[in-house]
């Protein structure tokens, strides 16, 4: 997995945070309307969009438009802006054959970036995480499905070992919360799991959890 080092090269934006945002309300747009906010977004400054973990192939925005117009939207605030601009597009799907075939047509339309839900499974996530090696994807994971197994402090598993586990898999980066989101509170814990995502190694920090 190559990180954010790769996403940086793509969008040609170092030496600041990369801003980016969801988009919103997450169900119940158009396809043409979400290509619209997705436009908005990115000419109002943003560097990438990304569809959030909810939106799949719904009746009111098949995964096939929200392509089409999440890709117009993205074309047209390059031009504007004269920057590089991106969406995240999830291509999280029932079946592998699913997940693969969206992944292609994102290819296809100029996307180089995907995104899935944790909830498909491992065996999934390498299996996807392997196909954007070999076509140059990056790839981008929600945490969905994580709170099952991660929430509770008394049994489970912390958060940062999903996080190790994602980047080992081929994930490049991760929803890994913020101090103020719904996810985590705590700011050291969150604080670890970036440090999780972005080291090399980890030492032994015990007010972080390591």
């Known amino acids: 997995a190559t990180g954010v080092i790769v996403e940086r090269e793509r969008l040609d934006k170092?030496?600041?945070?990369?801003?980016?945002?969801?988009?919103?309300?997450?169900?119940?747009?158009?396809?043409?309307?979400?290509?619209?906010?997705?436009?908005e977004g990115l000419k109002g400054g943003?560097?990438?969009l990304k569809d959030d973990e909810n939106i799949n192939s719904q009746?009111?925005?098949?995964?096939?438009?929200?392509?089409?117009?999440?890709?117009?939207?993205?074309?047209?605030?390059s031009a504007a802006t004269g920057e590089i601009k991106g969406h995240y597009f999830n291509v999280t799907?029932?079946?592998?054959?699913?997940?693969?075939?969206?992944?292609?047509?994102?290819?296809?339309?100029?996307?180089?970036?995907?995104?899935?839900?944790?909830?498909?499974g491992y065996t999934a996530i390498q299996s996807i995480a392997k196909w954007s090696r070999q076509n140059s994807m990056i790839l981008h994971l929600h945490r969905a499905g994580s709170s099952t197994y991660a929430r509770q402090k008394t049994h489970g598993m912390n958060f940062r070992v999903i996080c190790k586990w994602m980047r080992m898999a081929g994930v490049d980066h991760i929803h890994a919360g913020t101090v103020v989101g719904k996810l985590e509170g705590d700011p050291l814990m969150v604080k670890g799991f970036y440090t999780t995502l972005l080291a090399t190694q980890s030492e032994i920090n015990l007010p972080q959890g390591l």
């Open 14 to 39: 170092f030496g600041r945070p990369l801003l980016g945002a969801t988009v919103k309300p997450k169900l119940g747009l158009s396809g043409k309307n979400y290509g619209r906010v997705v436009y």
């Open 59 to 77: 009746p009111f925005m098949r995964w096939r438009e929200r392509f089409l117009f999440g890709m117009e939207g993205v074309n047209r605030a």
């Open 93 to 120: 799907a029932g079946t592998m054959e699913d997940v693969y075939e969206r992944a292609e047509f994102g290819k296809e339309l100029g996307s180089v970036i995907i995104m899935i839900d944790l909830v498909m």
């Open 46 to 48: 943003l560097d990438f």
